[in-house]
């Protein structure tokens, strides 16, 4: 949720569901394509579970922010984009969503930050099997298994920057928000 971008969260949970689940179904079935070279493999991964991450996802989201779904699209996304920017919003009664928007981002990072472990267990299984499949396997499976490697080494360095960028500019949409609660001297 941390760093699924403020376009998401204009629409429903349907709508949620859709662009963080076909964005995973399609990452994983491209993985699958060029490691099988089945394109029917990579359709049925696609198919489910794309489906089963996104629902996942617009469930943690909305969760995460019980408020969001009360607030009308555009206020939504408003809030989602100024808050990730770290910008006062337009509107001073969107304010106390930003608040709660930025809890929300808070609480999923620490979340997130408990659970570092599996991130890093899955990076050793990630190099041994590229290692074995680099030896024993096709040059497909030595390649996707590489890019695993990859992705989990982005995983373990540029997110965590990422999210810290994305903290420092959330506290000042706290700050901006706080700002145009407080009543005019």
Same mark, same amino acid.
């Given at each position: ?73 555009? &206020? @939504? ?8 920017? =770290? $910008? *006062?919003? #337009?509107?001073? !009664?969107? +304010? /106390? ?66 999210? &810290? @960028? ?8 706290? =700050? $901006? *928000?706080? #700002?145009?609660? !407080?009543? +005019? /001297?």
């Amino acid at each position: 949720m941390v760093l699924v971008p403020g376009w998401v969260w204009q629409g429903g949970p349907l709508r949620r569901a859709l662009g963080v689940g076909l964005c995973a179904g399609v990452l994983f079935g491209a993985f699958v394509a060029v490691e099988s070279g089945s394109w029917a493999a990579a359709a049925v991964v696609v198919v489910v579970l794309g489906p089963l991450y996104g629902v996942r996802a617009a469930r943690r989201m909305s969760r995460a922010w019980p408020g969001g779904p009360g607030l009308g699209p555009a &206020d @939504r996304a408003e809030v989602v984009r100024a808050t990730r920017r =770290g $910008e *006062a919003v #337009a509107d001073a !009664r969107l +304010a /106390p969503a930003v608040l709660q928007y930025a809890g929300a981002l808070r609480a999923v990072r620490e979340e997130d930050r408990l659970r570092w472990w599996v991130t890093a267990l899955v990076a050793v299984v990630a190099v041994a099997l590229g290692v074995y499949d680099t030896a024993a396997g096709t040059a497909r499976e030595a390649l996707v298994s590489w890019l695993v490697v990859v992705l989990v080494a982005l995983e373990l360095t540029w997110a965590p920057r990422r999210r &810290d @960028r994305l903290a420092s500019r959330v506290e000042r949409a706290e =700050g $901006e *928000a706080r #700002a145009l609660l !407080r009543p +005019a /001297p």
